[in-house]
């Protein structure tokens, strides 16, 4: 295990980052609001219509890519800011949904 260095970085220049980690805070908590809403209207989709919601799908694994970089970046693994201080993750970006869901 690696030995942790001291920071290089001012004391002004933490305290802006916990202010921007604090409002990600805020977005990760409404995008994990936003990703439960869409898991149960998903499954009412699939109960009714016997078939999944494709646009619902991919704005969800969206989401899900956008939860992943505010929480690597609240956690002080990654430095790009998340948006809303930087671009919303396109859908290029993002890992691609199985081709298949399987219900075992």
Known sequence: ???SRPTTADRGAILKRL???LVCMIFFEVTALLVQLTVIFQYGYLLIAKKRSEPLRQFSNTLAQFGYRLMRY???NENKRP???N???EESECEPPEKQVLFK
């Open 1 to 3: 295990m690696s030995a």
């Open 19 to 21: 202010l921007i980690t």
């Open 74 to 76: 609240n956690t002080l």
């Open 83 to 85: 948006f809303p201080f």
């Open 87 to 89: 671009r919303f993750p």
